[in-house]
């Protein structure tokens, strides 16, 4: 039997360089070989303030993007969150199962709640909803970038904990991550990750940035005060960033482009980056636009929305036995 695939994304923001190379390229790279589930988290983004309209659009947008960078709706399920009601109420069993303890360590909630009031009660039970996405569909593998990798750890431990606690109810997922492109890095800061809620636009490459916008923005990212191209994470965060992006968009191993590079200085490094990130970047826009624009992409989620209810029904209906929950006869 051909594993079981889930991730999703947040529309929570213009789809960043970084989401494509850590989670989106392995949906395609594993399409063949799975039965997927790729999910606009449509209900994880309301965790912080959404505009309405806007939202409806950004869900609209990714859903266009996965079938931009191939995707395809014949062979993986593509679906909107909360079209699916089994992942709400799936999220409310997994938090209680969850301990509070173990939300409060979440690294993503610290982050994301530092400093600010008006903190939703929803942005810190997120990992409980986010288990539920996953154990709905009884799935082996969960290609993401670094950053989630705490979530897949709790998701695990709810599975196990439910599972002792209840009897075998789901598969215990595993993590799959890129070797390289895990964790892409800002331009502007080689030591935060790059992210479509960072305030400053000048830090993340955006799937639908113009070729002018992703030329300037790699032309001014930070490198080191050296010249040399090589990669050395440590010493030189900035260009070992700047690399990986450069062989993930390429193609080429990371020695291969520091072979090219030799001699040639940071100036001659980042104009070639630009060229190698805009024509992997040109089919993808273009199929976006025309898929967009086609009015297709609805009939797409409601197709895959029936596919996951169906799956997600099978395990809400165990779940609730084994729990004891309903009006159902055991
Ligand atoms: P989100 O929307 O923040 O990010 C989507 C995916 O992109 C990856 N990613 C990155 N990878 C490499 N470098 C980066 N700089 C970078 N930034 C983001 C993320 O790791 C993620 O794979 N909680 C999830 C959404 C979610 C989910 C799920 C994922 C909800 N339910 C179930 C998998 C399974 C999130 O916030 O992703």
Known sequence: MQPVVFSGIQPSGQITLGNYLGALKQFVSVQGDATGYYCVVDMHAITVAQEPKQLRERIFDLASLYLAVGLDPNQSTLFVQSDVKEHAELGWIMQCVAYMGELSRMTQFKEKTEGKDGVSAGLFTYPALMAADILLYQTNL?????????????????????????????????????????????????????????????????????????????????????????????????????????????????????????????????????????????????????????????????????????????????????????????
Do not use: C, W
């Open 142 to 330: 969960v290609p993401v970038g670094d950053d989630q990798r705490q979530h897949l750890e709790l998701t695990r431990d709810l599975a196990l904990r439910f599972n002792t606690r209840f009897g075998e109810t789901f598969t215990v997922p595993e993590v799959l991550l890129m070797k390289e492109g895990a964790r892409i890095m800002s331009l502007d800061d080689p030591m935060k990750k790059m992210s479509k809620s960072n305030p400053n636009p000048a830090s993340r490459i955006e799937m639908l940035d113009t070729p002018d916008e992703i030329r300037k923005k790699i032309s001014r990212a930070v490198t080191d005060s050296g010249r040399e191209v090589r990669y050395d994470p440590e010493q030189k965060a900035a260009v070992a960033n700047l690399l990986v992006i450069y062989s993930a968009v390429s193609g080429q191993t990371i020695e291969e482009v520091i072979k090219q590079y030799e001699g040639r200085g940071y100036g001659d490094f980042k104009k070639g980056l630009a060229e190698a990130v805009v024509s992997h970047l040109e089919p993808i826009q273009q199929r976006f636009h025309e898929i967009r624009s086609s009015g297709h992409v609805i009939d797409v989620l409601h197709d895959g929305a029936t596919r996951a209810r169906e799956a997600a029904q099978k395990t809400i209906d165990k779940v609730k036995r084994n729990v004891g929950l309903g009006a159902n006869r055991a």
